[in-house]
Nanobody, 123 residues
Framework: QVQLVESGGGLVQAGGSLRLSCAASGRFLSAYAMAWFRQTPGKEREFVARITGSGARTYYADSVKGRFTISRDNAKNTVYLQMNSLKPEDTAVYYC????????????????WGKGTQVTVSS
């Protein structure tokens, strides 16, 4: 079993920046793809960004493209989400996910999930 623990969430003003981290442990392999999703109460969990096991390719939702950057440090078994130019609509619980097979933007493609970290962006 893989354990994922998110950190770095908090309160930030619009236009500010925040860096989320996701530390993997247990039976985690660097070959796993990693992704970030986010969810607001009453809405479906939505895809934010993903990165391949090697880190060679990244993909982003249109809503965050140009503002967010996903990266990973396989030596530390950690994936990051650098969030710049934050907007109030970015407010959500952010979840880290790992996938052992082929993945795109769908929740069912990911095998392991963290418990989430709250990000709140004030106007």
């Amino acid at each position: 079993q893989v354990q994922l623990v998110e950190s770095g969430g908090g309160l930030v003003q619009a236009g500010g920046s925040l860096r989320l981290s996701c530390a993997a442990s247990g039976r985690f392999l660097s070959a796993y793809a990693m992704a970030w999703f986010r969810q607001t109460p009453g809405k479906e969990r939505e895809f934010v960004a993903r990165i391949t096991g090697s880190g060679a390719r990244t993909y982003y939702a249109d809503s965050v493209k140009g503002r967010f950057t996903i990266s990973r440090d396989n030596a530390k078994n950690t994936v990051y989400l650098q969030m710049n130019s934050l907007k109030p609509e970015d407010t959500a619980v952010y979840y880290c996910a790992a996938g052992s097979g082929t993945v795109t933007i769908y929740r069912y493609q990911y095998d392991n999930w963290g418990k989430g970290t709250q990000v709140t962006v004030s106007s």
